[in-house]
């Protein structure tokens, strides 16, 4: 096991000594590239500008802080730096406006961070450099207000397309943010944002996005890690900042159905950091604490937090247009794991994330899958194909021989004690989403062949 310090620096120029232990592997991260804000940082604050939109300094330092975490989470392989295949140890040094602001707010950061990747953070600030302490360039002045009342995630998912269609059917006039990955998730932001243009010709929205990359050589003689269990905070913090922009009190909304929020493990070895928690209620209420804490106006709310997937796709407030737009969202936790077998890139078919969406839309789903068909032909559950579906068949009739099991089971990926008048629904929604998935699964044999 290595412990790793990673150290940003804005420029050549920018010398303060850190201090390093001999058993630490020290990382620079360049900031400024071809003197500019680099990676992606300072296009994502000229596209704001180009919205009218000043983010804070604060707002800043929260993407300067996200390219940290990022970067410290892609390119430290978790199976040749940890000692247990898993929780890396990692020291960020980090250069930002008010090093006494951020110290004051470390300690929910670094629990937000544990409990997020499952790694063990420890993170310190300093002050930037003299030539770097004012990094927002104003948008021009302008006679008209704000247009934005409010900030959405918008990934290219199925749940953010909903969210999306919900808030403009009510009205509102978002500015939706989304983290750029790979091509076909990309594409399919593209896709649904250009369909939602059309569909409200006379609604005010933009989006906005963020694409950040590091080189694979960025940790010298370490390999890059594919898990990406840190992904959210960037995404949050571009939300986030692209909120201070506002000039006044925002909410966030992040639209995610209560199963997966949840994300209860399907088996009893499948727990702890292996299970995604990009949006369980305790992260998402120590992204409040921290907001707080730096004096940022907004709040993170999940609307759909006590709804399956298949509740929200029922409840959409545009239904015609949601079948239309859904074959244009990604859903599947791995779209580009086709191109290995010279597929195109999408939907498995057989994924977490890709099962539940089936289960969502059964009945009336135009998705292609890799899998098309789930009861052709018994699917080896010893193999990727198989192995998720055998764990949902077991999970679901573990639950539905002790229904009672649900309020024990909603505990089990991370704490739920900030919200106790939520547990009731919480293990309802739990149920009602197992249920969905088991009317999908009805017939298909999984077994190992």
Known sequence: MTRHLVVGRFDATDKVRIP????????????????HLGHGIGRALKDLRELGLTPSEIGVDLLIVAAHVHAADTRISRGSEAQDGWTREIRLVIPVSD????????????????????????????????????????????????????????????????????????????????????????????????????????????????????????????????????????FFSLAAASGTGLGREFVLKVPENGLIALNVPLDPL?????????????????????????????????????????????????????????????SCSSPAKGRWKKQPQGHCGYCLPCLIRRAALRGADPTPYGVPNLRAAPLDSTEAIGRQIRSCQLAIRRLAARPALAHTLIHKPGPLFDHPDRHAALADVYRRGLEELGRLLRGVRAEPA
């Open 20 to 35: 390093k232990a001999r058993d630490e592997l020290q990382t620079v991260l360049p900031l400024f590239q071809n003197a």
């Open 99 to 234: 090093p006494q602001l951020w110290s004051n707010a470390t300690p929910i950061l670094e629990r937000a961070l544990r409990f997020l990747t499952g790694d063990r953070w420890s993170i310190g600030f300093r002050k930037r450099p003299k030539g770097f302490a004012t990094l927002v360039t104003a948008a021009p002045p302008s006679l008209l207000p704000i247009p934005f009342d409010g900030v959405s995630l918008f990934s290219g998912g199925l749940d953010s397309l909903i969210g999306a269609i919900n808030t403009l059917e009510a009205g509102g006039s978002p500015l939706l943010v989304s983290h750029a990955g790979e091509g076909a998730v990309s594409k399919s932001q593209d896709q649904c944002f250009g369909r939602l243009k059309t569909a409200y010709p006379s609604a005010t929205f933009e989006r906005v996005r963020v694409w950040m990359n590091f080189e694979s050589s960025l940790v010298e003689g370490v390999q890059s890690e594919e898990t990406t269990r840190g992904r959210s905070f960037l």
């Open 270 to 330: 499948r727990l702890g950091a292996l299970s995604t928690r990009t949006t369980h209620p305790f992260y998402l209420t120590r992204w409040n604490e921290l907001l707080h804490a730096l004096g940022i106006p907004g709040r993170l709310e999940n609307p759909y937090w006590d709804k399956t997937k298949g509740e929200m796709v029922s409840n959409c407030s545009n239904p015609r247009l949601l079948r239309r737009l859904a074959p244009e969202s990604l």
